[in-house]
C-alpha cells in the first residue's frame, strides 16, 4: 500500500509522489475490506515530475530528490567516447601521412638515385665515345703522317742519290722539321753516316744514304711515339 485516505464526509482525496515508474490500483471501500455499493465519482491527474536538479530542499522519502542523478555520467561517458574517437581519428591521420610521407620521400630517393646513374652512364659513354673518336683520329693522322713522312723520305733519297751536295735549307724544308731541331740534328748526323758540312751545303757520301734515310724513318717514328706520350700526360 501506497496511500490510504477516509474520511465521514465522503470526499476523500490523494496526493502523492509516487516512488518510481509502475502500475499501482486504486481500492475503493466502505470499510476496511468491504464494499458497501455505494456511488462515488473519481477522477485522477497523473504529472511527470521531472529530476531534481539537486537544488532546494530535499523530497520526502521515495521523492526524485532521493534518486541518484546519474544523468550527468551518461554525458560524461559520451564526452569521453567522443574524445578517444576524435583522437584515434587523429592519430590514424598522422600515421597514414607519415607513411605517406616516408613513401614519398623513398619515391623521390629512389628516383633521384636513378636520374643520378643514368646522368653519370649517359656522361661515361660520352668519355668513351670522345676518347675512342680522339684515338680515332690520331691513328688516322698517324697513317696519314706516315704515308707523308714515306713520300718525304723517298724524294729525299732520290735527290740524294743524284748529287753530291745538298744545300741544307732544303734539305729542312723537305723534312718539315723545326730549324732549331733540324741544325742540332745535323750536326749529330753528318759524322755518325760520314757527311760534311760546307758551309750552307751537306756534302753527301753515296754509300751511306740507304742508312741514313733508314734511320730518317726510325726517328720518325720515334717522334711520334713521343708526341703520343706527350698527349696522354696531358
Known amino acids: 500500500?501506497?496511500?490510504?485516505?477516509?474520511?465521514?464526509?465522503?470526499?476523500?482525496?490523494?496526493?502523492?509522489?509516487l516512488p518510481s515508474s509502475g502500475t499501482y490500483y486504486l481500492l475503493i471501500t466502505t470499510a476496511p475490506g468491504?464494499?458497501?455499493?455505494n456511488k462515488y465519482d473519481l477522477w485522477w491527474n497523473d504529472t511527470l515530475v521531472p529530476p531534481d536538479d539537486n537544488f532546494g530542499?530535499?523530497?520526502?522519502?521515495?521523492?526524485?530528490?532521493?534518486?541518484?542523478?546519474?544523468?550527468?555520467?551518461?554525458?560524461?561517458l559520451l564526452t569521453n567516447i567522443i574524445i578517444i574517437s576524435v583522437i584515434?581519428?587523429?592519430?590514424?591521420?598522422?600515421?597514414?601521412?607519415y607513411l605517406r610521407f616516408t613513401k614519398d620521400k623513398r619515391s623521390r630517393t629512389n628516383k633521384e638515385k636513378l636520374v643520378r646513374i643514368e646522368r653519370e652512364v649517359k656522361e661515361k659513354e660520352q668519355r668513351e665515345k670522345s676518347e675512342r673518336a680522339k684515338r680515332e683520329r690520331e691513328v688516322t693522322k698517324r697513317k696519314q703522317n706516315n704515308v707523308k713522312e714515306k713520300d718525304i723520305l723517298e724524294k729525299l733519297r732520290k735527290m740524294m742519290n743524284v748529287t753530291t751536295r745538298i744545300k741544307l735549307e732544303m734539305m729542312r724544308t723537305y723534312l718539315e722539321m723545326d730549324e732549331d731541331i733540324f741544325n742540332k740534328r745535323i750536326f749529330d748526323w753528318a759524322p755518325?753516316?760520314?757527311f760534311t758540312i760546307d758551309g750552307e751545303f751537306l756534302i753527301i757520301k753515296q754509300e751511306a744514304v740507304s742508312d741514313?734515310?733508314?734511320?730518317?724513318?726510325?726517328q720518325f717514328d720515334a717522334w711520334h711515339k713521343e708526341e703520343e706520350g706527350k698527349n696522354k700526360n696531358i
Open 57 to 76: 530542499p530535499p523530497g520526502p522519502p521515495g521523492s526524485p530528490d532521493e534518486i541518484p542523478n546519474t544523468s550527468g555520467d551518461g554525458v560524461n
Open 34 to 37: 468491504s464494499y458497501g455499493g
Open 1 to 17: 500500500m501506497v496511500a490510504l485516505r477516509d474520511s465521514a464526509t465522503d470526499n476523500e482525496t490523494i496526493n502523492i509522489t
Open 212 to 218: 741514313f734515310i733508314d734511320e730518317l724513318d726510325k
Open 192 to 194: 755518325e753516316f760520314g
Open 88 to 97: 584515434a581519428i587523429i592519430s590514424f591521420l598522422s600515421i597514414a601521412l
